[in-house]
Nanobody, 126 residues
């Protein structure tokens, strides 16, 4: 599986961005796609997830109510709409997939995910 993440950039606090993750080479219709982020000097954290089959979703408390994950089945693309961005959202954002097929909160961790995109940088600053 190859993943291509895009959509990062520089945005002012309170602004919005939409990240995209295009997947190719998928061999199953049963999987989950998650967004992780890694800020400078911090560990990578799972912030959102969506399943392929029932569109179940997960959000970390840090982004709940501000970020929305969605999936376009036609083109195998997962989006992360990020609104009301804060300086603490500054990080490199990665998308990843797993054949586990669940977005249960305890499964949205690095070691569960098999395939990763290259990351896209989001900078929130005035």
């Amino acid at each position: 599986v190859q993943l291509q993440a895009s959509g990062g950039g520089l945005v002012q606090p309170g602004g919005s961005l939409r990240l995209s993750c295009v997947a190719s080479g998928l061999t199953s219709d049963y999987y989950a796609t998650a967004w992780f982020r890694q800020a400078p000097g911090k560990e990578r954290e799972g912030i959102s997830c969506i399943t392929s089959h029932n569109l179940d979703t997960y959000y970390a408390d840090s982004v709940k109510g501000r970020f929305t994950v969605s999936r376009h089945t036609h083109n195998n693309t997962v989006y992360l709409q990020m609104n009301n961005l804060k300086p603490e959202d500054t990080a490199v954002y990665y998308c990843a997939t797993t054949n586990l097929g669940s977005c249960y909160k305890d499964y949205v961790i690095e070691r569960v995910y098999d395939d990763w995109g290259q990351g896209t940088l989001v900078t929130v600053s005035s």
